[in-house]
């Protein structure tokens, strides 16, 4: 059986969205998960040759002024048309780490995805608030998930 692809584009300004980003990592890379390749690629190095060549995306954002950042807007303003018509269908996943509630973050995002037609294979994970270290269990608790899934062939 021929490995599968996840993809991992998340913007990582400090020391605690980098902690979130290699929980993701980490929960992708579980060694109970055995035929599945990890790439996380910060999203200003990201485009549209890295979605096209994998299987899945877990996208990871800060929550900037209400709305995702301009990090990872930028990489979907590189990726959606040469994305659009060669990506419907694509399992992704989301996580924000919102000081706020992250209601304009995630709406952003879906507003985007929802164009691409990408399709979210679990309900957002939204780390709002003060810090809290729960949040690098639950992100990832979200890689080993999707890392999971794709490679059982649930998406």
């Not at 992250?102 to 929802?114: C, D, L, S, Y």
């Not at 399709?119 to 890392?147: H, N, S």
Request: aromatic fraction near 8%; proline fraction near 6%.
């Amino acid at each position: 059986m021929a490995r599968r692809r996840l993809l991992i584009v998340a913007h990582t300004p400090s020391p605690n969205t980098e902690r979130l980003r290699e929980a993701v990592l980490r929960g992708a890379m579980n060694p109970d998960i055995g035929n599945v390749t990890v790439r996380a690629i910060p999203p200003l190095e990201a485009g549209p040759d890295d979605v096209l060549a994998t299987e899945a995306v877990i996208l990871g954002t800060t929550e900037n002024l209400g709305y995702m950042s301009g990090a990872l807007k930028d990489f979907f303003d590189r990726s959606y048309y040469p994305c659009l018509e060669r990506t419907q269908g694509l399992p992704y996943a989301l996580y924000v780490r919102a000081g706020r509630d992250g209601t304009g973050t995630r709406r952003g995002v879906e507003t985007i995805v929802t164009g691409l037609r990408w399709r979210a294979v679990q309900e957002p994970l939204i780390c709002r608030g003060e810090w809290r270290d729960d949040f690098v269990d639950r992100c990832e608790d979200l890689g080993m998930a999707m890392a999971a899934g794709l490679e059982a062939g649930v998406f």
